[in-house]
């Protein structure tokens, strides 16, 4: 008896590379609730203040919607696969920093001094020249790892930017800080667009030297020790934001400037010792600088003694401020959830009440409820910043991502913890809601590098050519 059984059968098919979603329809509703939010806030403030829905309520909502619109079919067309997080959170900022400098506009206080009245219109073109470089930003730069090419060019151009405002005739002291040039009627802060720099080149340097600073000489207390002479980067960078403190007063930038540092040396090397070496040189810097420098000390005492710093200014005493007693006041007027829209008093903080302090409107108006939803629409920036540093499949992407994302999450904590009280007042603007051209234009430059690294994260690989011979071969058997 014998038996039989059937040949075996072949199927044969190929694998091919599975697209990932692009994600943009997701990104397109999440700017439609950016856009709507600001615009009821804005007929909130109106109705608050004049009874009425405010008659640019409809010319506000369409230029905001243009210009999230633009940003979106730039993205969708030149970066398909890249975060779909990023460009509403920053429109959704961008719209409510609007409507509290209208806010801010329409007081009489404000006007009187001439520090309000047509802030609004001019945040708005400086929102639409930010949104023209995020948009030359995605059509230009094709692929992150060009800007490798100019780590040096980078260094140099950071230091002219760092180093302009002391140029005789073109530099600006503003309220004691020297970090300003005058351009004809126009202010700008070069240390804004330098932030964004020094990130090009911390990445490109920090990548090729990244092995020769993780090697460790000695141990101790538990920290491995760098080698003496690796030690050459950090105290160049740290002697480097003393002089900016130095010679421009600027506690803000000298803080962003090596504190980028450090977060990228950390993430590079993966030592814990240069972040304990990055805060100890921080603060041996910034106490010896406030020992002799008056305009430092100044706010240092603002910081330690508000009330009597308010007292002394009350009396007309020159070189003392007010400022950071009238935000705490502020924050505790708000309460839980706030006065309500256009409901404050935050004018009373007068010039800075709509750049530095702006954070004390939000605060008195939407209360506590208010300033932890703003703070974390900021942690969920930092967070995609984060998370594309992780997908970065190259080096020098990782670290160009973290390091912007370390900078931004650094101007955000030393402004919002200047204005609480936390730490002394540096002077710097909170990213996208304060009042200022070099502020809002540089951050959406940021935003439009991180989407291009995060495009090419999550961009699918090219699928192979077929070739009958890398096909799958499957035996069915009966």
Not at 14 to 22: E, L, R, V, W
Not at 87 to 101: F, S
Not at 280 to 299: L, T
Not at 441 to 469: F, Q, Y
Request: aromatic content about 10%.
């Amino acid at each position: 008896m014998s038996s039989t059984s059937n040949p075996p059968t072949h199927h044969t098919s190929t694998i091919g590379a599975i697209g990932a979603p692009s994600r943009r329809n997701t990104e397109l509703a999440l700017l439609v609730f950016a856009v709507l939010i600001p615009v009821f806030a804005y007929a909130n403030v109106g109705l608050a203040i004049n009874d009425e829905v405010p008659a640019g309520l409809l010319s506000y909502g369409l230029g905001l919607g243009l210009l999230a619109g633009v940003g979106h079919l730039v993205v969708r067309k030149f970066a398909p696969y890249a975060d779909p997080l990023l460009l509403p959170l920053a429109t959704l900022l961008n719209g409510l920093g609007l409507v509290a400098i209208w806010r801010l506009d329409q007081s009489e206080l404000l006007q009187q001094i001439k520090q309000a009245g047509t802030a609004a219109p001019r945040q708005l073109m400086y929102t639409a020249m930010g949104i023209a470089l995020f948009v030359a930003v995605m059509i230009f730069l094709k692929d992150h790892r060009v800007l490798q090419r100019y780590t040096y060019i980078s260094m140099v151009t950071a230091l002219f930017l760092l180093l302009l405002p002391l140029v005789p005739g073109l530099g600006k002291n503003i309220y004691g800080a020297k970090i300003w040039i005058q351009v004809g009627s126009f202010s700008i802060q070069p240390g804004e667009f330098a932030k964004i720099v020094l990130a090009i080149f911390f990445a490109g340097y920090l990548m090729v030297k990244r092995d020769a600073l993780a090697l460790a000489s000695r141990r101790f207390m538990g920290l491995y020790l760098p080698r003496g002479r690796d030690l050459g980067p950090i105290l160049v960078v740290w002697m480097v934001s003393i002089l900016i403190l130095v010679f421009e007063t600027d506690l803000g930038t000298s803080l962003l400037f090596f504190g980028m540092f450090v977060i990228m040396l950390y993430v590079a090397t993966e030592r814990t010792s240069w972040i304990v070496f990055g805060l100890m040189m921080s603060a041996v810097g910034a106490v010896g600088v406030a020992s002799f420098e008056p305009h430092i000390q100044q706010r240092v005492d603002a910081w330690l003694d508000p009330m009597r710093e308010f007292m002394l200014s009350r009396a007309n005493q020159v070189g003392h401020s007010e400022q950071a007693m009238q935000a705490l006041w502020a924050f505790g007027s708000g309460g839980t959830l706030g006065t309500g829209w256009g409901q404050g008093h935050s004018e009373l903080i007068r010039f800075a009440a709509n750049s530095d302090f702006i954070l004390a409107t939000f605060g008195e108006e939407l209360g506590l409820a208010g300033i932890m939803a703003l703070l974390l629409l900021y942690a969920l920036i930092v967070e995609r910043g984060v998370r594309t540093a992780l997908a970065a499949r190259d080096p020098f992407g990782k670290l160009l991502a973290i390091g912007l994302s370390g900078a931004f999450a650094l101007q955000v904590f030393v402004v919002a913890g200047g204005v609480m009280g936390l730490i002394p007042l540096t002077g710097m603007t909170m990213p996208f809601l304060a009042y200022g051209g070099s502020s809002v234009i540089a951050n959406w430059a940021l935003i439009g590098i991180l989407l291009r690294i995060s495009d090419t994260a999550r961009r699918p690989a090219p699928s192979a050519p077929a070739n009958p011979d890398a096909e799958m071969t499957q035996v069915v058997r009966p």
